[in-house]
């Protein structure tokens, strides 16, 4: 196993300590630590080219820091060549297969970097350096054509983009080498036996010496007034280069901060307004050949947020149901951005950031009582003294009058005068609403000569109404925000009549002249029904039974019968003119009319049969008066159809027959 291989073959080796170890293992250990640390070899070649043509010769040289007198060992792509063990290894006409990866090592140092070896068999190659090219370093290049031949017409390109100078000769010379010089270059030209040939490519990297500078404040986030402030211009070597020295330059705002310095750190003391800007440091080499900038860095110094102020834009401490009301949180001092939060109640509402000068707000849609209460906001620019408070406000919501409603404290609109009266005044919504009352749509005032209702909250008192009271009653109910916003809510109308009360003197007359009246009906009806008995032969009147009591009314004339042959009666049969016509369409009560004959001869031809001597008549009674005679809720008679041969009913009367 190689030395390379078995040392890292110890490495992966599970971690242990020398003092658990025997001797010899422990010395072990550390002789291998000590070869970690050793500085490494140095491989260069003579002449300085990566590719040479096939037949030329080439010297490989390793060095060290150690003393002379060391042991070097030679390897090409890994492999471990065995020739004399010298500080240099010459190649005599090179080979093809000469072409590799070439390194030393030098006893007590660690093995060098890798340098690639080319061995070409072209007629024209461009020849570039085997070591590294870094940012700074000089970078060159040659046309060459075999066997040292002349080549004419040279042209050089890079990425296949020409790039021949004005001045051409068989080399290319960078003076300072730039990451942006890398890439594939090749050349043409021409010779005596070869014209118009190109070489292969060649790949160059030109490596970075340090990387860009980044530069950084001591602490998180902007420092406070009065703090200290330490920027770090922070950079990283290439390790090939370890030893480079460099230089730092540190600005504000384009304006340099004293003179360069080595320490890669700046230090602002107390750190005030003044010092908020925008900085940026330069790092270069001591010669010059690279400087680099570093990205801005914006500070800004900040001032501790004082207590905020609260503010409402309302017209004092009410708002109104649908209004939208603008909260603002602002505090006169402080660095931004500010966070301003908004409170209700101690619950959170919302937050704004202000990210210059100038305040905070938060709009509030006034939706219920809810919203009321007391409102706090508090402002934070992220100080070590945390957020500021302000002072409480509260806020008290109006709910605007709506439905108002008028009643009275008695059924119907009529009222006796000299009763008593109470009107009330009723609202659906509405904060601490007011009354106003409106009597024959104007404001309510004392008439000339009435006693003035009371008006207490609500209520309209009537000690006692008298005539005069009487007419349209509405009540208006209303608040306000301010006198330009009132809100009011009308009720609807409501009409009270007043009643005078009837004199006894007035009463008593007319309460003689209705009985009177009374008794005189009753005495013509007595006698008429008597009259009607006896004149009435066999005749008997079915009703049916009405419990609906009709209006006393006039009598009107009496009405008589149609001619006997319409009715399909014998001519001989007498009429009666105390039997009302059918008419059907005339009312909703019939009554039966029963016609009783003496047997004397033969009846007519044409006459129909009658069973037992009767015959039913009908007579529908409509409105009271019909029958001037039939006072059928009086008297109990009722009316049904013919059936089985005699006149049905709940009630008949059998009036005696009269020679016509």
């Not at 025997?22 to 500085?39: M, S």
């Not at 060391?70 to 000469?98: A, C, G, H, V």
């Not at 079915?542 to 006393?552: E, I, M, S, V, W």
């Amino acid at each position: 196993m190689q030395r390379g291989a078995c040392f890292a073959a110890v490495r992966q080796q599970a971690p242990f300590t020398a003092s658990r170890m025997p001797g010899r293992a422990a010395l072990l250990v550390l002789a291998l630590g000590l070869a970690a640390t050793a500085q490494k070899s140095t491989l260069t070649l003579d002449p300085p080219w990566s590719t040479m043509f096939r037949g030329e010769s080439v010297t490989l040289m390793c060095s060290t820091s150690h003393r002379p007198g060391q042991r070097f060992t030679w390897y090409r792509n890994e492999e471990l060549l065995r020739r004399p063990i010298k500080n240099s290894y010459r190649i005599e006409k090179t080979q093809m297969r000469d072409t590799g990866r070439y390194q030393c090592q030098a006893s007590g140092s660690r093995r060098s970097d890798p340098v690639q070896l080319t061995i070409s068999n072209d007629w024209l190659i461009l020849q570039a350096p085997y070591y590294a090219v870094f940012e700074g370093d000089p970078l060159r290049l040659r046309c060459y054509g075999w066997n040292g031949a002349k080549v004419s017409w040279i042209r050089y390109y890079k990425d296949e983009a020409e790039i021949t100078p004005s001045r051409v000769n068989s080399e290319l010379s960078i003076k300072q080498a730039r990451t942006r010089d890398s890439g594939k270059y090749h050349c043409t030209g021409s010779m005596i036996f070869r014209p118009n040939e190109i070489s292969p490519s060649e790949s160059i990297s030109v490596q970075e010496l340090f990387s860009t500078p980044v530069l950084r404040a001591a602490g998180s986030g902007d420092p406070i007034e009065g703090s200290p402030v330490t920027l770090s211009c922070v950079t990283q070597l290439n390790p090939q280069k370890s030893d480079t020295l460099l230089q730092r330059f540190f600005y504000i705002d384009n304006r340099a901060l004293g003179e360069p310095r080595s320490s890669p750190d700046y230090h602002i003391p107390v750190a005030g307004l003044q010092d908020s800007g925008s900085y940026y440091c330069y790092v270069q080499t001591v010669t010059s050949s690279v400087r680099k900038r570093s990205p801005e860095l914006k500070i800004a110094v900040k001032l501790p947020v004082s207590p905020p102020q609260l503010t409402v834009s309302t017209a004092g401490a009410w708002a109104a149901i649908g209004d939208v009301v603008e909260i603002r949180c602002e505090s006169p001092r402080g660095s931004s951005p500010i966070l301003y939060r908004f409170h209700h109640e101690g619950a959170a509402l919302g937050s704004r950031t202000v990210s210059s000068r100038g305040p905070g707000s938060l709009a509030l849609n006034v939706t219920s009582e809810r919203d009321s209460g007391t409102y706090s906001c508090e402002a934070d620019n992220g100080m070590a003294s945390g957020p500021q408070h302000s002072d409480p406000f509260h806020l008290s919501v109006l709910v605007p009058v709506s439905g108002a409603t008028i009643a009275a404290d008695r059924m119907g609109p009529e009222v006796m005068a000299g009763e008593s009266l109470n009107l009330s005044c009723s609202v659906e919504s509405g904060t601490t609403p007011l009354f106003k009352w409106l009597h024959n749509a104007q404001e309510l005032a004392a008439a000339s000569g009435l006693d003035p209702p009371t008006a207490v909250g609500n209520t309209l008192h009537f000690g006692s109404v008298q005539l005069g009271h009487g007419g349209n009653y509405q009540c208006i109910a209303s608040n306000q925000l301010s006198p330009q916003r009132v809100f009011q809510a009308p009720s609807e109308i409501l009409a009270i009549t007043v009643i005078e009360h009837a004199s006894p003197l007035v009463v008593v007359p007319v309460t003689v002249s209705i009985l009177f009246l009374f008794l005189m009906g009753v005495t013509a009806a007595l006698v008429f029904y008597f009259k009607c008995w006896k004149k009435t032969e066999g005749m008997v009147f079915n009703a049916p039974g009405r419990h609906t009591q009709l209006p006393a009314q006039h009598e009107p004339p009496g009405q008589r019968l149609p001619p006997p042959g319409s009715l399909g009666l014998h001519a001989e049969e007498p009429s009666y003119g105390n039997v009302c016509p059918l008419e059907p369409e005339s009312g909703d009560v019939e009554y039966t009319v029963v016609n009783i004959k003496k047997r004397s001869g033969d009846k007519p031809k044409g006459t129909p049969p009658r069973d037992n001597g009767m015959e039913c008549s009908t007579c529908r009674l409509g409105p009271w008066g019909t029958c001037p005679w039939l006072v059928p809720s009086a008297l109990g008679l009722t009316s049904r159809s013919r059936d089985g041969g005699k006149c049905s009913g709940s009630a008949q009367l059998l009036l005696p027959s009269e020679a016509s």
